[in-house]
């Protein structure tokens, strides 16, 4: 079993340091006391109701003791977390800046060539990465178990963070501020890739599209968008209510729309409601769902469009 | 000890004295008063209880299978605020310290009886508030963090309202109480006489009176910006949202020491009856409980190291939220020391008093994980937390309130508690509350964020033993209720000392008369002098 999670960054090892010197002298001290209050209350256990008891109601030597060695080690932990600390909040001047922006429920990453992703962040082993991260709507908490980072993202301030990856591979990213119905779906992942995989990547979208266009149908690229760009955490495939409308059978359906209005759900309803989607916000749901223009490409929306309508 | 107490006395005792709904209902004594809080904390308590069993029913497998991620967000909300505002809050504050400060410091009542009746109707009004605030509740979580406090589109303001009616329950709860230890302490009883459980709910009480107008003016901060629309806390119109979670926790901070104080006090009582030894340490004892609650004003920001404050805020809170553990450390071994060379008896309220000292001690220890900036970092948000605050609200507080119930259950009610079937339920209440919340500690590590409705597989199997252990808790927790309903009708008669305790509210009858004690008694020792002296 795995106590920790993989160690993927440059500070995860000194953060694990700290976490098993608390651990180590914690279980120290709880061994102290559990072995005490174990073996008093049976070498102590009550023979007779006139057992002797002496009346002992103090020592000045042992509450000294007791005071002044537990302040030490807790001065000790104190010290130990801060100095880690320092190294997790002062990123290197040569980090490159990635834009965050959280909102409920998606994670949107702009990269300084002027690209941007939904959902999946792509960072270069061993190059040191500055999260320069915003909220939309409500606090969310950008979390990397593997790179031991957690920063809440607040509306109306910046906020940053840093981490070196230092293993390739893929991480899962969580939002660990509680941020409403879809909140332990807002998930994403991390992918650290070699320099040359990343450049690559960061040239154009050959990856991308290879993937996408030689051997998925539309309906398979729909799927994967459907998962990437975190629709799944307000629109279910399964007919249940969500905080979006389904996808199940969606496709054809008469909606009524909250102006009363009715529509027949179309290949232009739904791009529509992709690209603006307080246009014609369907009775009953909140018009919360955040706009995909600029995100999603026409090929992609196309593709999502036949994945919806493969959904009967 | 004290001279002056009737051994035997013939009159009614307070719950026989009069009987009807109006002699509760307008009842000025503190023990009728302190049941009524009993009843009502043990029905929240049932209900955020129950809720629990359905959240942990849900978490089972990862996928939403049983309630809706909606209705899950909902649960926790209910589960957070019912258990912290509802129960543990008013826990043994209000339900054993209304009974036990006047019957322990020699009183015929608290100071201001009228306002602790009033109190309790305050209590019930916050109930009644929230049971309307039920039809559509709020899904913020019990800590209604902005801007998604001030966003949602569920009943937000009612669940505070609510809450704010329960505050000033709070506030005069703990004025009455500085009073009455102040001013209605029997002739000899010094403030170094006092039992440790006064010292401790004289801590909290302070605590009470302070610290909880700031929660108050907070939440009435978040209505106005909900109704109105002035922005406190909203960035658009100029506000600040961690200003919240500093308004917030500068309470609920404190909240957290409101809880487990009065649990502290109660260890202190029971463990030297049991033992039958003085406490150790009796001063270090009482002036840590000050101490607490006095740094305890200073460590809020503690909640706050991600949140977006700055690093020089965060490595001073971090530092002072070291300094609170030393008077923690201090107490916990003073009680072990308390132990050494006892005559020990393994009474159900003992188990439940050395499972506290064994809990709680895992409850501090884990919070010096949370409290280091590092590793706080990682542990932020994650089950780690969880587990760390169940260990010491359940491991704490609630082991202490056990404790007490099974304690003080021959005074309060004349009857003998099944001390079997008392010990059968310590033990699954015990062993199911390990098997709960232990994996917990292990599923935050890994990296597994709180108030999830689903989660990813790689967490389940250490879920599932969350979840197995939950029912066992709740076995245990059923047979505890069975044997305390069960006394009542069938329990033996209770004798006035059946511990040979020789603190005072054991030297009148079970269950006391309505005015406590017949005279009003004289102290001439502490109530700690068990043992032979030289």
Same mark, same amino acid.
Do not use: C
């Given at each position: ?54 009346? /002992? ?14 302040? /030490? ?74 790179f031991r980072v957690k920063q809440d993202l607040v509306p109306g301030m910046y906020t940053q963070l840093w981490f070196n990856p230092t293993k390739i591979g893929t991480y899962d990213l969580f939002c660990a501020e509680y941020c409403g119905t879809g909140h332990s779906q807002m998930l994403a992942k991390v992918y650290v890739m070699s320099p040359e995989a990343f450049s690559r990547w960061e040239k154009g979208d050959e990856e991308e599209t290879t993937t996408f266009a030689s051997t998925k149908s539309p309906e398979e690229l729909g799927k994967d968008m459907y998962s990437k760009n975190g629709c799944a955490a307000c629109h279910s495939i399964d007919g249940s209510a969500g905080v979006g409308p389904t996808f199940k059978a969606l496709y054809g359906k008469n909606e009524s729309l909250q102006d009363g209005t009715t529509i027949e759900v179309d290949e232009n309803y739904l791009r529509e409601s992709i690209l603006i989607p307080q246009a014609k916000v369907v009775q009953g749901f909140a018009p919360s769902m955040p706009s995909f223009k600029g995100i999603l490409t026409d090929e992609e929306i196309d593709a999502l469009i036949a994945y919806i309508k493969s959904l009967k | 000890m004290a001279t002056g107490t009737a051994a035997t006395i013939s009159e009614p005792s307070f719950l026989e004295y009069k009987s009807g709904f109006r002699s509760w209902f307008y009842t000025t004594d503190h023990k009728r008063i302190g049941i009524l809080y009993l009843v009502s904390i043990s029905i929240f308590f049932i209900i955020a209880g129950s809720i629990a069993i359905v959240m942990r029913a849900e978490l089972f497998t990862p996928e939403s299978n049983i309630? %809706? ?205 049991? %033992? ?66 006892? %005559? ?182 502490? %109530? ?7």
């Open positions: 079993m795995n106590w920790v999670p993989e160690a993927a960054s440059s500070f995860a090892g000194k953060v694990d340091g700290v976490l098993w010197f608390v651990t180590v002298l914690s279980i120290v001290f709880f061994i102290l006391i559990t072995v005490l209050l174990i073996y008093f209350s049976f070498k102590y256990k009550r023979k007779t109701e006139n057992d002797y008891t002496p009346y /002992i109601t103090g020592n000045q030597t042992l509450e000294i003791i007791w005071t002044v060695i537990p302040s /030490i080690l807790l001065f000790v932990i104190f010290a130990y977390g801060l100095i880690v600390y320092k190294e997790m909040r002062t990123p290197p001047g040569d980090a490159v800046e990635v834009n965050v922006t959280a909102k409920q429920w998606i994670w949107i990453f702009k990269y300084q060539n002027g690209k941007s992703t939904i959902n999946e962040l792509f960072v270069q082993h061993n190059r040191p990465v500055k999260m320069v991260m915003r909220a939309d709507d409500v606090l969310h908490s950008f979390f990397v178990p593997a | 309630v %809706s991620p909606h209705t899950y967000n909902v649960l926790f909300t209910l589960h957070g605020s019912l258990m912290v505002f509802f129960f543990i809050v008013p826990g043994i504050s209000a339900s054993l310290g209304n009974f036990l400060i006047p019957l322990m410091i020699g009183a015929r009542d608290v100071a201001f009886p009228k306002l602790n009746l009033g109190s309790y109707w305050l209590y019930l009004i916050g109930a009644a508030i929230l049971l309307f605030a039920l039809l559509e509740p709020a899904d913020t979580g019990w800590t209604f963090y902005t801007p998604y406090s001030a966003k949602t589109n569920t009943n937000v303001i009612l669940l505070t309202l609510g809450i704010f009616v329960l505050g000033f329950s709070s506030i005069l709860t703990g004025l009455n109480f500085i009073v009455t230890i102040h001013k209605m302490r029997a002739p000899g009883m010094t403030w170094h006489r006092l039992p440790l459980f006064i010292w401790a709910l004289y801590s909290t009480a302070i605590l009470q009176l302070l610290a909880t107008p700031v929660v108050g003016i907070t939440l009435l901060l978040l209505i106005a910006e909900r109704t109105l629309g002035i922005g406190f806390f909203d960035p658009d119109k100029g506000g600040d949202p961690v200003l919240f979670q500093n308004f917030f926790w500068f309470y609920s901070h404190p909240a957290v020491y409101i809880m487990i104080i009065p649990a502290m006090g109660v260890i202190s009582e029971i463990l030297p009856v049991f %033992s039958r030894k003085p406490i150790f340490g009796y001063k270090a004892i009482a002036y840590s409980s000050v101490a607490i609650a006095i740094i305890s004003f200073f460590v809020w920001a503690h909640h706050l190291f991600v949140a977006g404050i700055s690093e020089t805020a965060a490595i001073i809170f971090s530092f002072l939220t070291f300094l609170v553990a030393v008077p923690t450390a201090i107490k916990v071994f003073n009680w072990l020391a308390t132990l050494y060379k006892g %005559s020990i008896q393994f009474h159900s309220a003992m188990l439940y008093a050395l499972s506290f000292l064994f809990l709680f001690t895992v409850g501090g220890l884990t919070g010096l994980h949370v409290g280091a900036l590092a590793a706080d970092i990682h542990l932020h948000d994650t089950y780690f937390v969880v587990a760390h605050m169940h260990y010491v609200m359940i491991g704490g507080t609630v082991m202490g309130f056990f404790g007490a119930l099974h304690f003080w259950y021959p005074k309060w009610f004349g009857k003998m508690l099944d001390d079997t079937l008392g010990k059968i339920a310590w033990f699954f209440v015990f062993i199911g509350f390990n098997v709960t919340f232990f994996p917990q500690f292990f599923l935050g590590v890994q990296g597994m964020p709180r108030r999830y409705a689903t989660y990813l597989p790689e967490f389940e199997s250490l879920m599932k033993l969350s979840t197995i252990g939950s029912w066992i808790l709740a076995i245990g927790m059923i047979i505890m209720a069975y044997n305390l309903i069960k006394s009542l009708y069938s329990g033996e008669k209770a004798p006035d000392n059946p511990y040979n305790s020789l603190s005072l509210e054991w030297q009148t009858s079970s269950p006391p008369i309505l005015e406590n004690f017949k005279e009003i008694p004289v102290v001439t020792d502490w %109530s700690y002098g068990y043992g032979k002296k030289g």
